[in-house]
């Protein structure tokens, strides 16, 4: 099998939450440049949401929109259904969509808890419940993808909600995958670190954080783009990622690398760019 092979998505569908714009809109048409067609669930950016269906559409490959807010868990079945019976076949889920809210531990709301959590876990959970059994039911080998954060594996100061929905979908990742392991579906997912989105965009920061922080991530010092993260998506939804499950693909610059930062207090690098 040559590598095109191994990559091609042709004949597949996949149904990508938070798919207007950002990460999910980047995936979205990843997928369908290797020849997926593309389903898009949205929240309120319609506009965002047709651009991206276009785009999908340019590439030759089918394109479906859907408006939802995820945080209503009860509505997911019926979501999961429309999107079947449109499509035919759903083989490539991936849960892209999130949400944040920047606040100290004792400020946060049971609203705004609860929200983030229904976002960000809740709806990981029952939307994959919904189409994995319909894949099962169809003899599909599918491929879920969730997009976590490398906030599940470590915390951050004033995201306790956005933390512990990140670390749940780690774990929720790999009970999924335990489970659906016997029927060929495959269970994943991709955790960025500071990739430029629109997420946490009007987070109440200094600015100066933002220059701290690149300051800390190894790979030239920059924050990841929404391109960063297509490859890996790619792969894990491609026969080149079918032996691969329960796993995690980090996607940060190194963030995670460090635990305690010290180059900048050693003696300066020979190395020299030529």
Request: hydrophobic share 45%.
């Amino acid at each position: 099998m040559s590598v095109k092979e191994r990559f091609d998505l042709t004949g597949k569908v996949a149904l990508v939450t938070g798919g207007s714009r950002g990460i999910g809109r980047a995936i979205a048409v990843g997928l369908a440049e290797h020849g997926a067609d593309v389903a898009m669930v949205y929240r309120s950016a319609e506009a965002e949401a047709a651009s991206a269906a276009e785009a999908v559409r340019k590439l030759g490959r089918r394109a479906w929109t859907y408006k939802q807010d995820l945080a209503e868990t009860d509505k997911l079945a019926c979501l999961a259904q429309r999107a079947w019976n449109d499509c035919g076949r759903i083989d490539i889920l991936v849960n892209n969509a999130g949400m944040a809210y920047l606040e100290r531990f004792e400020e946060i709301t049971p609203e705004h808890w609860r929200r983030v959590l229904a976002v960000n876990l809740d709806a990981v959970f029952f939307l994959t419940q919904s189409i994995s059994r319909r894949m099962v039911e169809a003899g599909i080998k599918g491929r879920i993808i969730n997009l976590s954060s490398k906030n599940g594996f470590v915390a951050e100061a004033g995201l306790a909600h956005y933390n512990a929905s990140k670390g749940g979908v780690e774990l929720l990742t790999q009970s999924l995958a335990i489970e659906l392991g016997p029927f060929g579906i495959t269970v994943n997912t991709i955790a960025p670190g500071i990739i430029e989105t629109e997420i946490g965009g009007e987070f109440d920061l200094d600015p100066a954080f933002f220059d701290y922080y690149k300051e800390h991530i190894p790979l030239e010092h920059r924050f990841g783009s929404v391109e960063d993260c297509v490859g890996a998506a790619v792969f894990l939804a491609s026969r080149a990622g079918a032996y691969m499950t329960g796993q995690h693909l980090i996607i940060d610059g190194g963030v995670l690398c460090e635990q305690v930062p010290r180059m900048q207090f050693m003696p300066a690098s020979k190395l020299r760019r030529e």
